[in-house]
């Protein structure tokens, strides 16, 4: 008997009864957490209070305000979880992706330059719009589009304003369409100064720029001008107004043909 009591008494000793889970407060702390989360979840995702319901687009005057609405109004809208034919939608605030909407913006409405979103809660959205601004007409293979100062075409056009700058370029024969970049920024950049400086020092207008090798600036008095992109516009744009101040008269550019200014230090004119 001693020795059973020697050999198994201890192991007897060291059983204890397990603890329920239900009685550690950690299980408590865990429920209490977990249920304020879920709680704060459903709240933010599927309560009234912080749906999407008013949306104030401001800055539009081409593009209607209904299709802009109607647009942003199907990217609102989040699908969480698809089982089967049971969807679990929401039209939070808190889950609409701006950037994604200005994304969609910029591609469906090629006339708008840029988008500002700003969430104001707990239900509306503000949309600030930038239409683009033309400053000329861009051609090519007989269709033209209108063309802003970043070089992206945007509204085709049937016919060509009389005073319009109408841009064009011989580097490919590629076909645009609408949202496109087809000159780059610094050309239209070089143009628009040149137009400037023209229009305000000898009331001159360009009729038509042509991007190649060079950029060839046709006047409305019908003589060209010759830029070389690839150098320095400003200088070359300093000697053109030189030029036209004390070197050509008045009455000589009716007989003018064109100035060459992609030469440095050089200007020549016939």
Avoid at 22 to 38: D, G, H, Q, V
Avoid at 119 to 136: C, D, F, H, N, Y
Avoid at 243 to 270: E, F, P, S, V, W
């Amino acid at each position: 008997m001693s020795y059973r009591k020697k050999h198994i008494n201890p192991r007897i000793y060291k059983l204890k009864k397990k603890r329920s889970i239900i009685k550690m407060p950690i299980f408590w702390i865990a429920l209490i957490c977990f249920t304020l989360i879920m709680t704060i979840l459903y709240f933010t995702l599927f309560s009234d209070r912080f749906e999407v319901k008013n949306i104030n687009i401001s800055g539009n005057e081409k593009n209607s305000t209904e299709q802009i609405t109607n647009l942003i109004s199907n990217n609102i809208k989040k699908t969480l979880v698809s089982l089967g034919g049971v969807q679990l939608s929401t039209k939070s605030i808190f889950t609409v992706n701006s950037n994604q909407i200005i994304t969609n913006l910029l591609k469906e409405f090629p006339n708008i330059e840029s988008v500002q979103i700003q969430k104001k809660l707990p239900q509306s959205l503000t949309v600030k719009i930038k239409e683009r601004s033309a400053v000329g007409s861009f051609c090519q293979n007989q269709t033209c589009f209108l063309i802003d100062l970043n070089g992206i075409i945007f509204e085709p056009q049937n016919s060509i304003p009389d005073n319009a700058i109408i841009v064009r370029q011989n580097l490919n024969n590629k076909e645009y369409s609408a949202g496109e970049n087809a000159i780059e920024k610094n050309i239209m950049v070089n143009i628009s100064d040149i137009q400037r400086n023209l229009k305000n020092n000898f009331e001159i207008n360009i009729k038509e720029a042509v991007m190649a090798d060079l950029l060839k600036i046709t006047t409305s008095e019908n003589w060209q001008i010759y830029f070389d992109p690839k150098q320095d516009v400003n200088l070359q744009i300093m000697k053109m107004n030189a030029l036209l101040k004390t070197g050509i008269k008045m009455d000589d550019r009716k007989k003018l043909h064109y100035i060459y200014l992609q030469y440095k230090d050089r200007a020549y004119y016939q």
